[in-house]
């Protein structure tokens, strides 16, 4: 079966740092993947998405590329702002992004000014 | 545009007493989805329904629960009777048709924090 699988947290940095956060894959055929974001109080909202490998998705300065050969997803950003603490969720949909999202355990971002 | 809705947020009960939730997705979303967040996990898929079919429900522990979506828009999801492992916060969402390449673009609502004693 489907299954996600993205670093544990928490994960602590100062603003401005650069941040990565590891999501790897297992799937069968070709998946849609997908990082939602969760901020403090607020309910699960899509990041970013890609359908297809090579595809990179990109959103507010975070980039993820889809990486068909190692199985991969990782979350990307260069310079990261308080506002960015959250919680994130790696996800993947089969069935040409149809079925039902199968997420990672998600991995909680703490920025200190 | 009006988001996800869902009641109640809140709901505590007894083990072995039952339990409904409700959903209103966005107008215009053909699929919708019931979610079960047990704390420090994610997500874990329930159900699916496009329109008022069930596409999924190949992880709904049939024997305690139930959904319906009558009418293609409204949802419900029972849990009857609960246990203490079904804490947890259910999450609906919804999103465009599965034949519209925009389905797995899903919009959550707030959710319904279930506590059983």
């Known amino acids: 079966g489907n299954s996600v699988t993205q670093m544990e947290g928490p994960v602590t940095l100062s603003e401005e740092a650069f941040l990565t956060i590891n999501c790897t894959y297992t799937?069968?055929?070709?998946?849609?993947l997908f990082w939602y974001v969760q901020y403090p109080g607020e309910g699960l909202q899509l990041l970013l998405k890609?359908?297809?490998?090579?595809d990179k998705g990109s959103n507010k300065g975070f980039e993820a590329t889809y990486r068909k050969e190692t199985t991969s997803f990782h979350l990307e950003k260069g310079s990261v702002q308080v506002s960015d603490s959250a919680v994130y969720f790696c996800?993947?949909?089969?069935?040409?992004?149809?079925?039902?999202?199968?997420f990672g355990k998600g991995t909680h971002l703490i920025i200190q000014p | 545009e009006a988001g996800v809705a869902q009641s109640p947020r809140y709901k505590i009960i007894e083990k072995r007493q039952s339990v409904a939730f409700w959903c209103n997705p966005i107008?215009?979303?053909?699929?919708l989805y019931w979610y079960q967040q047990i704390l420090g996990q994610g997500p874990k898929l329930l159900i699916q329904f496009q329109n008022n079919g069930v596409v999924d429900d190949s992880q709904l522990p049939k024997d305690r629960f139930s959904a319906e979506r009558l009418k293609g828009v409204d949802s419900t999801l029972k849990i009857q009777p609960a246990k203490l492992e079904d804490s947890a916060v259910y999450l609906c969402a919804s999103s465009l048709a599965r034949t519209s390449g925009r389905a797995g673009e899903q919009y959550f609502g707030p959710g319904t924090r279930l506590t059983v004693t």
């Open positions: 890609a359908t297809k490998a090579d």
């Open positions: 996800a993947l949909s089969s069935g040409g992004g149809a079925d039902g999202l199968t």
């Open positions: 799937a069968t055929g070709y998946p849609s």
């Open positions: 107008s215009g979303h053909a699929t």
